[in-house]
């Protein structure tokens, strides 16, 4: 007896009790699934009377199974974690995901699509550089390439955008930093490398406005990808002015924050939330190295493992779909407040 109509495979897999890669695997190719996960999804298939779309099906094997995925800076262990996660949820739908990293150069990142639409890849996971991208470029590869945006948002571009809620991040230090003390400044490069960089500003300055606190935002010299260089360049300038409007610094990313750190260690001025202590500061991103710093730096963290599941699913089904859906889909993951002794 028929349950309920399922719509699409996602539906499918959400009723079958199996993820969507593993069912997507196994409409590519059944004995590539373990015995009893075919039995599985074969009961289901009967039960629920589903049908896949076999037309799109068939059109999507003309495509290789290579995917490519398309980071800024693949030295950063941020962007390293991320894709790491990527790549083994691939892996798992049966596809052969290849990595690239553009590495902070716009010519680069051209290069890289260039490449890829030459593989013939099934579908490509793209975080741009943002800021310093060819949007005209971009826009014309996601036209040509069924292609999910991660990470760096780039308003309009793309079938689809998988990321985090850069407001959920400010907000939830903030509130943490003048709810335990001083309201805090906000400390950030002049020129940002990377989008979401603009979004947490505007985010801090809309809830300090909120908390009835006035805004202090300071805006250090630098550009490009070096950000803990820049940060500590940027903090020894700031830290010897003296006679600072706060003693709370929130960073507007975790590898700034660390450059800070190693220029109040050289000032001899201690940070943390103890006493004894001068400053207190915390930062946006859960970094990998964060809570290796002297101190653990307190943060507002991604949600690594949803970010990266979602895109993997939502290219996933744009492949399935025949490379274009029907409006463009966004998913945008709330952060965690992770406390250390930063602050």
């Not at 974690?81 to 995901?97: K, S």
């Not at 571009?157 to 850069?166: L, P, R």
């Not at 908390?211 to 360049?233: C, S």
Request: hydrophobic residues 35%.
């Amino acid at each position: 007896m028929v349950n309920q109509r399922i719509k699409n495979m996602e539906e499918f897999a959400s009723v079958s009790g199996l993820s969507r890669p593993t069912v997507s695997k196994y409409f590519n190719d059944p004995s590539s699934v373990r015995a009893s996960t075919r039995l599985k999804i074969e009961q289901a298939l009967e039960e629920f009377e589903y049908q896949p779309n076999i037309y799109a099906m068939n059109q999507n094997r003309k495509l290789t199974k290579n995917v490519g995925i398309v980071v800024p800076h693949l030295a950063d262990p941020f962007f390293a974690e991320i894709a790491r996660t990527i790549e083994a949820r691939c892996i798992e739908a049966g596809y052969r995901p290849t990595m690239f990293s553009s590495y902070g150069d716009p010519a680069q990142e051209i290069e890289i699509l260039s490449l890829l639409r030459s593989m013939k890849p099934a579908g490509v996971l793209l975080a741009p550089l943002g800021r310093l991208s060819d949007r005209s470029e971009i826009e014309k590869f996601c036209r040509d390439v069924p292609t999910v945006l991660f990470d760096s948002y780039l308003e309009g571009i793309g079938d689809a955008f998988v990321g985090s809620d850069n407001y959920s991040f400010v907000n939830q230090t903030v509130e943490y930093l003048t709810r335990t003390g001083e309201p805090p400044l906000f400390f950030e490069m002049k020129t940002p490398a990377n989008p979401n960089a603009n979004k947490r500003r505007q985010a801090y300055l809309d809830v300090m406005e909120r908390l009835g606190h006035e805004p202090h935002v300071v805006k250090i010299d630098g550009e490009g990808w070096a950000f803990e260089e820049i940060g500590k360049r940027g903090a020894m300038a700031f830290l010897t002015k003296g006679d600072w409007p706060t003693n709370a610094i929130l960073c507007s990313n975790d590898r700034l924050a660390i450059g800070f750190l190693a220029a109040a260690y050289e000032l001899g001025i201690r940070v943390g939330r103890t006493p004894d202590c001068t400053l207190r500061l915390a930062s946006n991103d859960d970094h990998p190295f964060s809570r290796f710093t002297c101190p653990s730096l307190t943060t507002a963290a991604h949600d690594y493992d949803s970010v990266s599941s979602a895109s993997v699913d939502c290219l996933l089904q744009l492949i399935e779909s025949g490379g274009k859906f029907s409006t463009r889909q966004e998913q945008l993951f709330e952060a965690r407040l992770v406390l250390r002794n930063s602050s």
